[in-house]
């Protein structure tokens, strides 16, 4: 059936009936049934799959189409196959889902027995075991009680000199800490290069569009799990929690393929997203946080409408939190991390103070953090360090170890130390390093600060280097040293003035306790936390349910608040954010964009500038696919003359032609073709390749507010937006520009985004 004639039929009936058994097909289904010349069927335009590279990003609007038509499909069959086939097809997809749920929940369990057993082999072992970290190797005694059968080096090689146990325990203190560090720099420079730091920017950017399969991979996956217990292990300023939503994704990515799951792209971002709600449900304990993290910080909602994406979250998030209780890797039988004990059931009016001076000093101090991180990361891009990352990695992880032993709460694991900061004094559990002693208080308070701005330095080089990093921990361990410094304060001066009258609603009785110091260091960890991540709703609900402070989420929730604000008069964007400029991934924050009176001509590439198919040449197929693969660019508009005719994807167009290319070398007679329907039907030697223009391509004129024009990119989820004028092309957007336009506020925009990935 020649082009012509199919328009006419077009023209006299939407159907075409067969002669066979009745049945009705669409004129456009069977134009997909047209033979070629050696009898082989034409390939409908609609059905070609876009064919996506790394470092694209995915066309929603034809993966929403194809999600359309396949459960279109699935609706028109009959019989016991309509019933079982989407039984069947989402079956494989809610395995998947259990799946990951129980492997991340597995996984991050053995990852806090390994962290816990290496962290503790830098200052002893276990005299009738060396695999049994210190929690394990005195398990059994009552609180109070002395373990003997933990010893430290000094004590296991019966060193009795003070010089001696002293030089005996740095050394195996930093030769133990860069072992560690530099055993996971190895590896991941070596076998898994975006193993390395949180992941979760790349993440946000996948969910959002972002082509990057290879950050998802195999090896990936088993580098950053293990080169995540060696760095955690070493004592540097770095976190588990972030990179297990990385580990997370790439398992739910790997299992897919490993069952053939059929996804399109849009079915596959997501499995990812309720895959990253379970990597922060065992991160935290936190299932319920989990879900509202995807929703919050990830924005799943931006490339689907649909309750599943939640509902699937919520399944992945629970499991995972079922498995990390079952093998509870704590021994406490509990999900709650760094459980509070001791608080007030009830808080008084004037401790609002101190807490929002705690969120001040939160979003103040989170702004800084941010910002030194960006520099650092910058300096090293463009410093010789770049060039010795391995080297730059055990430097940094020596100086850490040297700084941090001389500092007794620098000198344990963050996870220990936020532990027992979150905790009230109690006669019964012993005194931890001081911390408790009434006559050592000012003391105390200096370590405690000491300790907090130390650890900013070392976090800002720290979370960048080339290692699996993670922010929030050294971030709440940050945040809890200042609260606890601000508690022990808080409390010196009511036990000083007891009778003020700022105090008078604590008991007359000086016995009894009024202030909680070990809730303000929760209060300053949500402060710092969400100075540094812009969380606001996710992070209130992973902290009650990582601490167990239901009673007191009320100050949780002012501190986070407080925090923000101050936190964006700095600077709106978080560090994920921030990461994501700095690399330039092409995603969209969802924020507000508010334009100032400008249109979208302050933006727009010009018609001079860009790249077109001039139509009226008539290029032969074979110049026409040179022209296409010659180029880096993914679509085109097409013009003849000056009349734009429409766009066209550059992959559509190779695939489309493929076939005709191999029959023009048969005859070796080149054929040339056009995009113009017109120019088709007046001289039938033309190749009609007009049914490959995008229908929905959206043309707008140059004069439309430039608000309007980043709301549809953020909205509508496009990649490009074409200006025209009078049916003639004036200039392009696309969501590159969007994406640039929205981060050239930052001092460091795009300084990464020439680096290999």
């Known amino acids: 059936m020649s082009q012509d004639s199919a328009e006419t039929l077009r023209g006299e009936s939407q159907w075409l009936k067969t002669a066979g058994d009745g049945t009705s097909y669409p004129i456009d289904d069977v134009e997909a049934f047209e033979l070629r010349p050696d009898g082989s069927l034409f390939q409908n335009p609609s059905t070609i799959q876009p064919s996506y590279k790394e470092g694209?990003?995915?066309?929603?609007?034809?993966?929403?189409?194809?999600?359309?038509?396949?459960?279109?499909?699935?609706?028109?069959?009959?019989?016991?196959?309509?019933?079982?086939?989407?039984?069947?097809?989402?079956?494989?997809?809610?395995?998947?889902?259990?799946?990951?749920?129980?492997?991340?929940?597995v996984v991050g369990a053995w990852l806090d027995i390994l962290v816990k057993w290496l962290g503790d082999l830098r200052e002893g072992r276990c005299t009738h075991g060396f695999l049994y970290n210190q929690v394990a190797c005195c398990s059994g005694l009552d609180p109070g009680d002395i373990c003997t059968e933990w010893a430290t080096w000094s004590e296991y090689y019966n060193v009795k000199s003070i010089l001696g146990q002293s030089i005996l325990q740095l050394t195996?203190?930093?030769?133990?800490?860069?072992?560690?560090?530099?055993?996971?720099?190895?590896?991941?420079?070596?076998?898994?290069?975006?193993?390395?730091?949180?992941?979760?920017?790349?993440?946000?950017?996948?969910?959002?569009?972002?082509?990057?399969?290879?950050?998802?991979?195999?090896?990936?996956?088993?580098?950053?799990?293990?080169?995540?217990?060696?760095?955690?292990?070493?004592?540097?300023?770095?976190?588990?929690?972030?990179?297990?939503?990385?580990?997370?994704?790439?398992?739910?990515?790997?299992?897919?393929?490993?069952?053939?799951?059929?996804?399109?792209?849009?079915?596959?971002?997501k499995l990812l997203a309720a895959a990253a709600s379970a990597g922060v449900s065992v991160a935290f304990g936190s299932p319920l946080g989990g879900v509202l993290f995807g929703l919050e910080e990830l924005?799943?909602?931006?490339?689907?409408?649909?309750?599943?994406?939640?509902w699937r979250g919520f399944v992945a998030s629970v499991i995972a939190a079922m498995a990390l209780q079952y093998v509870d890797p704590f021994g406490t039988a509990k999900l709650v991390?760094?459980?509070?004990?001791?608080?007030?059931?009830?808080?008084?009016?004037?401790?609002?103070?101190?807490?929002?001076f705690l969120a001040i000093l939160g979003g103040v101090f989170g702004s800084l953090l941010i910002k030194l991180n960006a520099a650092v990361a910058v300096y090293r891009h463009r410093s010789f360090l770049r060039d010795y990352p391995i080297a730059e990695v055990i430097g940094f992880t020596a100086i850490t170890a040297a700084v941090s032993y001389l500092v007794v709460f620098l000198r344990v694991q963050s996870s220990e130390l936020v532990a027992n900061l979150f905790q009230e004094c109690d006669p019964a559990r012993g005194d931890y390093h001081g911390l408790c002693n009434p006559t050592a208080v000012w003391e105390n308070i200096f370590l405690l600060?000491?300790?907090?701005?130390?650890?900013?330095?070392?976090?800002?080089?720290?979370?960048?280097?080339?290692?699996?990093?993670?922010?929030?921990?050294?971030?709440?361990a940050i945040g809890a040293c200042l609260g606890r410094a601000v508690g022990l304060l808080t409390e010196g001066l009511q036990r000083t003035y007891p009778k003020a009258l700022i105090f008078n609603s604590c008991p007359p009785d000086a016995t009894v306790r009024c202030i909680s110091p070990g809730f303000y260091a929760v209060i300053g960890a949500s402060a710092m936390l969400g100075g540094v991540t812009r969380m606001t709703i996710s992070l209130v609900v992973i902290l009650f349910e990582l601490t167990g402070a239901l009673s007191h989420v009320l100050p949780i929730m002012i501190s986070v608040m407080v925090s923000k604000w101050i936190g964006d008069a700095f600077g709106k964007d978080g560090i994920y954010a921030v990461w994501i400029a700095l690399r330039q991934y092409p995603w969209l924050p969802p924020s507000d964009f508010r334009d100032n009176g400008q249109s979208a001509s302050?933006?727009?590439?010009?018609?001079?500038?860009?790249?077109?198919?001039?139509?009226?040449?008539?290029?032969?197929?074979?110049?026409?696919?040179?022209?296409?693969?010659?180029?880096?660019?993914?679509?085109?508009?097409?013009?003849?003359?000056?009349?734009?005719?429409?766009?066209?994807?550059?992959?559509?167009?190779?695939?489309?032609?493929?076939?005709?290319?191999?029959?023009?070398?048969?005859?070796?007679?080149?054929?040339?073709?056009?995009?113009?329907?017109?120019?088709?039907?007046?001289?039938?030697?033309?190749?009609?390749?007009?049914v490959l223009l995008d229908e929905a391509v959206l043309q707008l004129r140059k004069e439309i507010p430039l608000e309007v024009v980043v709301q549809m990119f953020?909205?509508?989820?496009?990649?490009?937006?074409?200006?025209?004028?009078?049916?003639?092309?004036?200039?392009?957007?696309?969501?590159?520009?969007i994406v640039w336009l929205l981060t050239a506020h930052l001092p460091h925009t795009a300084a990464l985004s020439n680096e290999e990935r």
């Open 56 to 105: 694209s990003t995915i066309d929603w609007f034809w993966e929403e189409g194809t999600e359309r038509e396949h459960k279109r499909a699935l609706h028109s069959l009959r019989g016991i196959r309509k019933l079982l086939a989407p039984i069947l097809e989402s079956s494989w997809t809610w395995i998947v889902i259990i799946l990951v749920g129980v492997g991340i929940g």
């Open 172 to 269: 195996f203190y930093i030769v133990l800490a860069i072992a560690f560090a530099g055993s996971a720099a190895v590896l991941v420079t070596h076998y898994a290069p975006y193993a390395f730091h949180t992941g979760i920017p790349e993440i946000k950017a996948i969910l959002s569009g972002f082509v990057f399969d290879r950050f998802l991979g195999a090896w990936t996956l088993l580098i950053k799990a293990l080169g995540l217990a060696l760095a955690v292990a070493s004592g540097l300023s770095l976190g588990k929690e972030g990179p297990l939503v990385h580990v997370a994704c790439c398992m739910a990515y790997l299992l897919s393929r490993l069952l053939r799951l059929k996804q399109s792209e849009a079915q596959k971002r």
């Open 299 to 310: 924005d799943t909602f931006s490339f689907s409408n649909e309750s599943d994406v939640m």
């Open 337 to 356: 991390l760094f459980q509070v004990s001791g608080v007030s059931a009830t808080w008084k009016a004037f401790e609002l103070i101190p807490w929002m």
């Open 449 to 476: 600060i000491l300790t907090a701005l130390v650890k900013i330095i070392f976090t800002s080089w720290t979370f960048g280097m080339m290692i699996p990093a993670g922010i929030f921990l050294p971030t709440i």
């Open 602 to 690: 302050q933006i727009i590439k010009s018609v001079d500038n860009l790249v077109v198919i001039q139509d009226e040449r008539e290029f032969t197929l074979q110049e026409l696919d040179q022209f296409v693969t010659s180029s880096t660019f993914h679509g085109y508009p097409v013009v003849r003359g000056e009349q734009l005719l429409g766009y066209v994807a550059g992959d559509k167009i190779t695939a489309y032609i493929a076939p005709l290319l191999a029959d023009d070398r048969i005859s070796q007679t080149p054929r040339r073709c056009t995009f113009s329907k017109e120019a088709a039907a007046s001289n039938s030697d033309l190749i009609n390749l007009s």
């Open 714 to 737: 953020q909205k509508m989820n496009l990649r490009h937006i074409l200006f025209s004028h009078g049916g003639k092309l004036t200039g392009l957007v696309t969501k590159t520009d």
